[in-house]
């Protein structure tokens, strides 16, 4: 048993350190395409990884996990290393596979730390789905909106929707009698698999337009 | 005596749900005005409507009432869903009278908890008028921000201001030895009084170079 | 030994005082070039002043001082009030070398009550950085994206700079057995100087592709 827990939280741990460093660079990219100074680059990287799960914490009334830590910093910094030294050399870095299912296990293991956060704190229903989809889109849309453009993940692309989904699944499994261990890799794996797919099949969210068209 | 609190309450309970139907149609309407998709309007719509008090309660440490209820979201869905179906069958809805005096109801009661809620954690005078205010806007402040503009508030109509001559009134009466009650409701009643003249006589405040011409 | 305390209080305080003053200035500034209305002007300016130390003490889960106290914002609105008078009269106020010197020791003070803060609250170096530079840089980021821009800090000047580094010396000195006092006199010492000698030299971050064709 202890063996089962461990191996759940090594991949969990891997998880969140795949998505650390995947939302860094991502962010450091926008920062570069933005013309942001070396610090500004680096401040749009580490917001990015770090900025959905401060906001989770701030929400539920604890001070910042990532201002405790060093080690989340650090972690994020090795992703905007990457973006740095990526930046001219690789074409299209940030929608490179690798960053994009970097980017895709980051948004299924925050997704299900602010759902478990939520879950922790007793918040409601919609909590539970609020706090899994801000952890996990939350640090990118603060770079948008530095960069003053609309958040992403509110015009392109199936993204939020899958944590949306992801919180959806935690709250009917944990209130169905599921402990919160079963519930939480539910969680990340319906994340994970939504977005996946949304990639490969290029899955968009109607616009109202589109709806009353069609 | 119960009964008069009774209705205080329920009026008070009334004019809170209208502000959320309209705050959320206003919001989602701003969303597919800016093209989102339904999730992005839907957001929007939510946030403008639950967004100034999820600050308030930040602000005073408390965690927010928008994520321990399921009625506020619930509330604020049915203005998201008026906006999809009435966005492109009613010409400009956003300054439909109806949704314009349901946003005036709303911006009164949320300025007067923002107001109370202040006065509850013994803030200072400044800070009851800045909460008074910050939870009347807040959520359209954000929305805005999230479509990259800055917020209407700022620049356009009488409309802060209301909610700020409201935070006063509050201040003034509490501090002159009358009731929360009676504070309350006069704060309300200013805030909604005052937006109603604006809307009506098209008050605007003056800018700085209006100002220095004049 | 009293005396040297409440002198170097006093020198503080008084930074403290300059830096709202300052800020607000600035702030205003902004908001008159964006032909904001009055009100608008005044939350600018106010924001720039009060909004670093507010998101300061939430993220360390203390109510903001700004909203406990009458005082902060008086003095802010000062600085409101120098911008309105002088926006017109005084050609580049913003960069007039009184305000430019205002807004350094601003920056000093604001940078050494952030890493103070954070260290009472016993978070880690990084968070005693990331306070030191979001107390210093905050209000004015917010304030740009309240007008929908990108925060001037993350792509103009050696300006936020300066606090990460008074940051990095206060957790150095205070780690290797120095005082807090000697740490914050440190710190604050180290941004006026850098902002100073970064005015006078114009010295400038690097962006990307600066450090890759260098």
Not at 67 to 73: C, G, I, Q, Y
Not at 78 to 106: K, Q
Request: proline share 2%; with cysteine.
């Amino acid at each position: 048993l202890i063996s089962n827990d461990q191996m759940e939280f090594d991949v969990f741990w891997l998880m969140n350190v795949a998505g650390l460093v995947a939302f860094a660079t991502v962010g450091s990219l926008k920062g570069i395409d933005g013309d942001l100074d070396l610090l500004g680059v680096a401040v749009l990287g580490v917001t990015t990884a770090l900025g959905g799960g401060t906001i989770r914490d701030l929400l539920v009334n604890a001070v910042p996990h990532s201002l405790h830590s060093t080690t989340d910093v650090s972690v994020a910094l090795v992703g905007v290393a990457l973006a740095i030294a990526g930046a001219r050399r690789v074409d299209g870095l940030a929608r490179h596979p690798v960053v994009l299912l970097a980017d895709a296990v980051g948004l299924a293991a925050f997704a299900t730390t602010g759902a478990l956060v939520a879950a922790e704190a007793g918040l409601s229903p919609f909590g539970v789905v609020a706090l899994a989809t801000i952890t996990a889109v939350g640090g990118g849309a603060i770079a948008d909106v530095l960069l003053g453009n609309t958040p992403f993940v509110l015009k392109e692309d199936f993204y939020a929707t899958c944590a949306v989904l992801g919180g959806v699944a935690f709250w009917i499994l944990s209130t169905n009698g599921f402990s919160e261990d079963v519930a939480a890799v539910a969680c990340a794996a319906v994340v994970l698999t939504l977005r996946l797919v949304a990639l490969r099949r290029r899955w968009r969210l109607p616009t109202v337009d589109g709806v009353l068209v069609s």
